[in-house]
């Protein structure tokens, strides 16, 4: 699968800059990147132009779908992350430490926890 490749490419590179996770924050448009040296670096979401609101939240199988969507090609990431921010996740944090990243999906009334296969 071409997402599952390049996030694999993608989290590769990250563990060699030193980075040990990153918030992807749907809500402001903003992915804070963490060093393992306690370094922070914070970029701009190429795909989202202003603050958004939070919506009201869907429910977890909702959200779960879009994360398969986007999993298995369905979904191109800026369409990946409007779909999150519309449904409601506020953020998402993955932790790189691990040989299989975790990946915590957040919204205003539930956390969803996700190991990538």
Known sequence: MLNREFSKVHIDTLKRLGIHSYTVDLMSGFILYRSVSGEA???HLPAFGKQRKSPVCADKETIEETIRNNDTCKLDR???WEQLARLGVR?????LKD???TVIYVTE???LLKQPA
Do not use: I
């Open 91 to 95: 953020y998402y944090d993955v932790l």
């Open 99 to 101: 040989a299989v990243p």
């Open 109 to 111: 009334e539930d956390v």
């Open 78 to 80: 800026r369409k990946f």
């Open 41 to 43: 670096r914070v970029n």
